[in-house]
């Protein structure tokens, strides 16, 4: 399948890494490509510049959010929750249109220190404005509860004998999420409902970040237990 | 133990039953013991009335809030989230001052409809407003995540083979807590941290109730795999 997938951090390059491997066309989009590549020093989060992945990866192509949009039958948004809908409108909405869009991301809000609140939570989520400013795209919430290790290797984790969750207003594209998940290795994927669902799991990061900080490791997950 | 638990609704009947099964001389309490002994209509969750159960479970007394807190070496608040720091204050902090008090309670807010939604999150927590305006009280969260049935019972799912969370400023309370967990049946006692931490659990619940809703039954709950 074509996939494009917004975002050039961590979790971009990692899901981009593996659905290539896997054998879809993958482009990664960003804001300015040149100046991507152009950058020798690593992010804030320590990854190194995109420019040594791509040598590692050139499987992937490169190109601007709208780029890798249109490229895509489906479309990743995999950018910090602050730049979320930036980035989606610089995609452009007609290059969104009617397609699946996985969100990944989170409402994290660094402004007040560590670890992170969220700058919108309880009766809304950033899956739901997404989904509000992009009426005619399938937005499908999942894998936000995950580091991307996991995300693309559930079972490098107990086997993959843990869960993860899904939102959505459209079952078709669910089901094709889904599937894309399962062909990742995910066994216990929970249909939590509508895209209003997306408060759910959003809302569970504060855990996250808790055990995150606790055990110094972001390799860990849930299982509903039932 | 002497143990007080504030609230005659499901889980205070539930935590009152099963402490005094376990040896503890339990008295729980409620505004008004008069009023809750006449009534004979089940309450708004479908609880029979507590004349009913008081009899089924002579060995548990009932008092005020505050004749049920100054009995307690260790109280419990389990009253619902809305009318909890209501209720404690009536407990009288005289008579939690010094003592360890587990909070199970959620701000659930159903004022919007259903699902409710928290009337605190994100930067705050019912468990730290409770510490707030009780400091010489050693405030500890736990069991929140969970219903009331699982608090006393976790091994009748999956062997018990799920996690529960603490969360308080005093390591001697939460370890003193954790042991009373122990007694239940828990094995996979999480410490988050301090009461701040209390944010996690509490922000879990949108989650949960979507679970809740999904499955029409409270009795899953959360593994963590690591």
């Not at 791509?54 to 490169?62: E, I």
């Not at 990944?104 to 899956?127: E, H, Q, Y």
């Not at 207003?169 to 062909?183: H, I, Q, Y």
Request: aromatic share 6%; glycine share 12%; hydrophobic share 45%.
């Amino acid at each position: 399948m074509k996939i494009g997938i917004l975002g050039t951090g961590g979790v971009g390059r990692t899901l981009a890494g593996r659905l290539a491997e896997l054998g879809h066309e993958v482009t990664i989009g960003t804001r300015d490509p040149a100046a991507t590549l152009a950058r020798t020093d690593p992010d804030f989060m320590g990854n190194p510049p995109f420019s040594v992945w791509a040598q590692q990866n050139p499987g992937v192509k490169l190109g601007t959010f709208a780029e890798a949009a249109a490229h895509g039958e489906l479309v990743i948004n995999a950018v910090n929750g602050g730049g979320a809908l930036s980035a989606l409108q610089s995609a452009g909405e007609v290059n969104l249109s009617g397609k699946i869009l996985i969100d990944v991301s989170n409402p994290l809000d660094f402004s007040r220190g560590m670890p992170p609140s969220l700058f919108i939570s309880n009766t809304d989520s950033l899956g739901e404005q997404i989904q509000h400013a992009f009426p005619n795209t399938r937005v499908v919430k999942t894998l936000n509860t995950l580091n991307a290790l996991l995300m693309i290797n559930p079972g490098m984790l107990a086997n993959g004998d843990h869960s993860v969750f899904v939102s959505g207003n459209d079952p078709t594209a669910k089901a094709a999420v889904g599937e894309l998940l399962r062909s990742l290795g995910w066994q216990d994927i929970i249909d939590l409902g509508d895209i209003t669902s997306a408060r759910g799991p959003e809302m569970f990061l504060p855990l996250y970040l808790r055990l995150m900080g606790l055990w110094q490791t972001p390799i860990f997950q849930l299982k509903v237990v039932r």
